[in-house]
């Protein structure tokens, strides 16, 4: 069944240690002058893209700059992989479905300490390297906080001189595009990859071929023990790139492995002289879709196929790589999981943990349970949803048809654990049914794909303490009560490179100037400021800052969305992925309550607002694209009535992206982190945004618990129930009970509920009085409305001293340390992965 390689050693075949003479080694070459970049330029321009200078476009300047990057870049890539090697050092490969990356040139330049040179040497032929870095596309490789994590986590592994690696799917469209039409969210394709990437190096010699469908049958070998072979497989063939991953200072240069699909025969010939031409490429179509697009709808059955093709194309690929590159070194298993690490970013990559069972049974002819304890210590697993719902699960027969031999396998898994389970608690049927990786429903069995992960894991962490708090006490209390020293909390963090040192200049600068430069790869450093909230001059330095990013927002938004907004009012921003849980339904009702303070009840509000918000809701997802609609309407409305010209003005952003956030963050004064308490895992634009000088309005959930321990609860709004208190609400709680008591939640309910407000499309609406009041409020929006409105309150009135916001600020800046991704990682690296820098 399996495909051999000729490129793969055997086992017992060990690869010696190549010295730097047998790899040809050359010391990595450097620019110092802007004149030495601009020669690598040229010779791109003249050899690579075979253009004269009189013909160039921003575009093929942007491909001739980065590939001068680039040409820096290749050889300490390729030193710091002599390094790893040579040390024989454990490495971590982290398995994601997502990678949001943005743009590269820019950060890959900062990261390189070579900005100020590039900047230089473009200008002196006129060219603006702002201009050349807006030209390059977003990689579309991810959509919200899950692939951003990724990726921040990737830079800190390379600044921190960890062998850390990442594996996805190199996507060609990624998620979607979004586009505003008549105030709908409209997909469009995200076609990032039109042109080549620079920052992608072909590694198509390493190509993996994957097993699909087929069927299973049982044998024995010669000595008579029994085996099975999984046989009749179509097969389709990952093919590698990497993404260059630069760390702080470029001494370590890892990458993220990303594999396309490809059809392992590229057409059927016979079919094609026949005529039957669509026929003939039916099948190199079919496979090329596994890595077309980014979760593709799972409404119907063929998407729902999509995404299990997906997720275990991109393990299957990751894990034959990762045992390849073992095998090069060792002879046999039995040091795996001290040199191998396996990170499983949420369930997607679940599958990972069959797949490395059926290549130690079938293929390297492992014992069953030598196998699993090498699996179980290579894998850990960490969770990123409170959500039973969000938890994902596969039909027990879709699996038996794509994947028979790992059902199998994923039986067995289950009756050993079980056996396990009946042992510690005999005659408890209850739990056995909840442990189980099988459920039944509907006289259908599902897999489910989180239980699965905690059984194939040594560790199993949360993202914040509350978070990991509650996946023990709420989500799998079973599992906690069998193994509590598996479950452990590593709490998010971003990298300081990416959202302070390039997003946002002139705060980076004021901060060097004020502490020196310790901060980018230290960020408690910034500690180190908090002396300075009580100097006015860098009080007022750091408001000059703020307001130059809030007019490049404020160009920004004109130019995206053709609405004119003051930066000297106070910008409330609202930016992430569009869910119910995320509120920003509640941010919207807050707008509708401010504006009919002002033209019913003549109300001034205390300072001047604009609402921004920002977000993408899942194609499928008819609420979230619900509330984006009303957000337009809302802005159509608020915008357009002269009576509150100057006060207030709401505004959505369309297709909120990395490069976008970097602009729109530095600009924020109020950062809105408002999910109902217990439903969001952490969160990380909560720390962008206070790592750049906002002050937070929050509840008490996710990481913005650990923010106010860090910054103080008196910098920061805080307002509604917490996880406890909706707990004990819960069974009593009656919405119609607070539109009965509060004037303030029935005037803004009953909006929804006539053509008071909305006289273009009343109708249209009705189903937030409806969700809200008839079907129970699950997200307890009306439950927090008041407290709410408060915190909005204090935040209005606290921005009208200037000076008392300013040293707030200054301190969330100050105290934002312990939320860089170093931190994460290194928490990592010690508690999880047991892996050391190689220096």
Not at 10 to 20: C, L, M
Not at 505 to 534: H, K, S
Request: glycine residues 6%.
């Amino acid at each position: 069944m399996a495909v051999e390689h000729t490129s793969e050693p055997k086992q017992g075949v060990v690869t010696p240690v190549p010295s730097t003479e047998d790899m040809g080694w050359v010391e990595p070459y450097r620019v110092t002058t802007p004149d030495e970049f601009l020669e690598q330029v040229k010779r791109h321009v003249r050899y690579t893209l075979a253009k004269e200078w009189a013909t160039l476009s921003l575009e093929n300047m942007l491909m001739a700059v980065s590939l001068a990057v680039r040409d820096l870049l290749v050889e300490r890539m390729l030193e710091t992989e002599r390094r790893f090697y040579k040390a024989d050092a454990k490495r971590v490969y982290y398995l994601s479905m997502e990678f949001l990356v943005g743009r590269s040139l820019g950060n890959n330049l900062t990261n390189l300490g070579i900005y100020e040179l590039c900047r230089d040497a473009l200008e002196s032929l006129g060219y603006d390297l702002e201009e050349i870095r807006e030209t390059e596309r977003d990689a579309a490789l991810g959509n919200g906080g899950l692939g951003r994590l990724a990726a921040c986590f990737l830079d800190s592994l390379a600044t921190l001189n960890y062998p850390g690696f990442g594996y996805g799917i190199n996507y060609e469209y990624g998620l979607f595009r979004q586009e505003i039409k008549d105030g709908f969210q409209v997909e469009a394709p995200d076609a990032w990859r039109t042109r080549p990437s620079p920052w992608l190096i072909d590694r198509s010699d390493e190509a993996v071929h994957v097993p699909l469908y087929g069927h299973i049958t049982h044998v024995q070998d010669d000595h008579g023990a029994p085996r099975v072979v999984w046989t009749g497989c179509k097969h389709i063939i990952g093919v590698p790139a990497d993404m260059v991953i630069v760390g702080y200072g470029a001494k370590t240069i890892n990458y993220l492995r990303l594999y396309t699909a490809k059809a392992s025969e590229e057409f059927d010939f016979q079919r094609f002289n026949e005529g039957n031409y669509m026929e003939a490429v039916a099948e190199k179509i079919a496979t090329e879709n596994i890595s077309k697009v980014l979760y593709p709808s799972d409404a119907v059955d063929a998407g729902r196929e999509l995404r299990l093709l997906q997720e275990y194309f991109f393990v299957a690929c990751a894990i034959r790589d990762i045992v390849r590159r073992y095998l090069r070194r060792h002879a046999t298993f039995d040091e795996f999981p001290q040199k191998v690490a396996i990170q499983l970013n949420d369930t997607h990559p679940t599958l990972a943990i069959a797949e490395l069972m059926r290549l130690l049974l079938d293929e390297h002819r492992l014992p069953w349970q030598k196998a699993w304890e090498v699996t179980e210590a290579t894998f850990g697993f960490t969770n990123h949803t409170l959500m039973p719902e969000a938890l994902e699960k596969w039909p027990e027969e879709l699996l038996y048809r794509v994947l028979p031999r790992h059902l199998l396998i994923i039986q067995e898994i289950n009756r050993r654990f079980l056996d396990q389970v009946k042992r510690r608690w005999p005659n408890d049927e209850q739990r056995l049914h909840r442990m189980s990786i099988f459920e039944e429903h509907d006289g259908r069995r599902f897999i489910r794909m989180a239980n699965l992960a905690i059984i194939g894991s040594h560790k199993v962490n949360g993202v914040a303490k509350l978070h990991s708090d509650l996946v023990k006490s709420r989500l799998v209390p079973d599992f906690y009560e069998l193994w509590p020293d598996k479950f452990l909390n590593v709490t998010n963090g971003v990298t300081q490179r990416r959202w302070l040192l390039k997003a946002n200049p002139g705060l980076a600068d004021l901060l060097n100037e004020t502490i020196g430069e310790g901060w980018i790869t230290n960020l408690e450093e910034l500690r180190q400021i908090e002396p300075f909230v009580g100097d006015r001059s860098f009080r007022q330095r750091f408001a000059m800052i703020k307001r130059h990013n809030k007019e490049r927002l404020a160009r920004i938004i004109k130019e995206t969305t053709g609405i004119d907004v003051d930066p000297t009012t106070q910008f409330d921003v609202m930016v992430k992925r569009i869910h119910e849980y995320k509120r920003q339904l509640l941010m919207a009702l807050r707008a509708i309550h401010e504006y009919l303070c002002i033209v019913e009840d003549r109300i001034d509000p205390p300072v001047p607002r604009t609402l921004i918000f920002g977000g993408k809701a899942a194609p499928g997802y008819w609420a979230a694209k619900q509330i984006i609609k009303l957000i337009n309407e809302l802005s159509h409305i608020i915008n357009h009535d002269p009576r509150v010209k100057g006060r207030l003005k709401v505004v959505f952003l369309p297709d909120y992206r990395v490069s976008l956030a970097e602009k729109i963050i530095p600009a924020a004064d109020l950062s809105e982190q408002i999910s109902t308490a217990g439903t969001e895992a952490c969160g990380t634009s909560n720390m962008k945004f206070a790592m750049n000088g906002a002050l937070t309005v929050c509840t008490y959930d996710g990481g913005n618990i650990e923010i106010i321990e860090s910054v103080g609860e008196e910098n920061v709004f805080l307002f509604g129930h917490r996880a406890e208190e909706l707990d004990a609400l819960r069974p009593t709680y009656n919405p119609w009970d607070l539109y009965n008591s509060n004037a303030a939640i029935r005037r803004v309910m009953d909006c929804f509920n006539s053509d008071r407000l909305f006289h273009r499309h009343a109708p249209m609406f009705h189903w937030v009085f409806n969700a809200l009041l008839n079907q129970g409020d699950r997200y307890f929006v009306l439950a927090d409305f008041e407290q709410y409105i408060l915190a909005s309150q204090r935040a209005a009135r606290l921005y009208t001293q200037q000076d008392e916001w300013l040293k707030k600020a200054i301190l969330n800046v100050a105290r934002m340390g312990r939320f860089s991704s170093d931190r994460s990682i290194q928490e990592y690296a010690e508690k999880i992965w047991r892996i050391h820098p190689v220096d």
